[in-house]
């Protein structure tokens, strides 16, 4: 008796553990800011998207494949050339996610991988596009310009793949070695050139300063002479009184100065 009952019971677990197995492969779960898209065995890809939470479907007929619909960052390299033939270095960072809508589509006519296959394609076919309508200077000085009308194209070409460009930025630019070098050698030239007009603007100044001066000291000499003519020895005599005062009232401030009358025997008081 008690062995049919364990057989009762063992047999009911196990149906329970079967049960459970076919129920738990009938279930599937869409975590947030995902979609699935659902492939049938018999009828393929099918047009509905599938939202977030979780779902069933008929085990090892249907199969569920999770987009994540997020956007996701993308660092493209591209090696291209400019207007003036001159070759530039850009990264640009894309923030991505796909068309919810056309997942069935992404993954019929592209796969899973469509960031891997479309991204870098298209991303240097137009990189490559704009920036030959620039030269070497203008991507440096017109960088918006250029980063504006790379997101436009992009955006644009990108749309009919199914994605979205939340955003295109461009992070690296650089030049090859030959325009940095000449860069760096016209910058030397332009300070060179600077400072040698700083030099002749300099010498300029002084050779003003000097006729200037010497003007000066003419007319000097001319008032002096005039003066002479006009007043004789007065105005001689005048200045000599006026270096004394002014000799004096400098002696007069100074403390190592001392007055000594006039005659030997005031001298330390010596007797005579």
Known sequence: ??????????????????????????????????????????????????????????????????????????????????????????????????????????????????????????????LKSVVARFDAGELITQRELVSRQVSEDLTERAATFGLILDDVSLTHLTFGKEFTEAVEMKQVAQQEAERARFIVEKAEQQKKAAVISAEGDSKAAELIANSLATAGDGLIELRKLEAAEDIAYQLSRSRNITYLPSGQSVLLQLPQ
């Not at 019971?9 to 009938?26: D, E, H, Q, R, Y």
């Not at 659902?38 to 047009?47: C, E, L």
């Not at 001159?86 to 960031?115: C, H, K, W």
């Open 1 to 126: 008796m008690a062995a049919k009952v364990f057989e009762s019971i063992g047999k009911l677990g196990l149906g329970l553990a079967v049960a459970g197995g076919v129920l738990n492969s009938a279930l599937y779960n869409v975590d947030a800011g995902h979609r699935a898209v659902i492939f049938d065995r018999f009828r393929g890809v099918q047009d509905a998207v599938v939202g977030e939470g979780t779902h069933f479907l008929i085990p090892w007929v249907q199969k569920p494949i999770i987009f994540d619909c997020r956007s996701r960052p993308r660092n493209v390299p591209v090696i291209t050339g400019s207007k003036d033939l001159q070759n530039v270095n850009i990264t640009l960072r894309i923030l991505f996610r796909p068309v919810t809508a056309q997942l069935p589509r992404i993954f019929t006519s592209i796969g899973e991988d469509y960031d891997e296959r479309v991204l870098p394609s298209i991303t240097t076919e137009i």
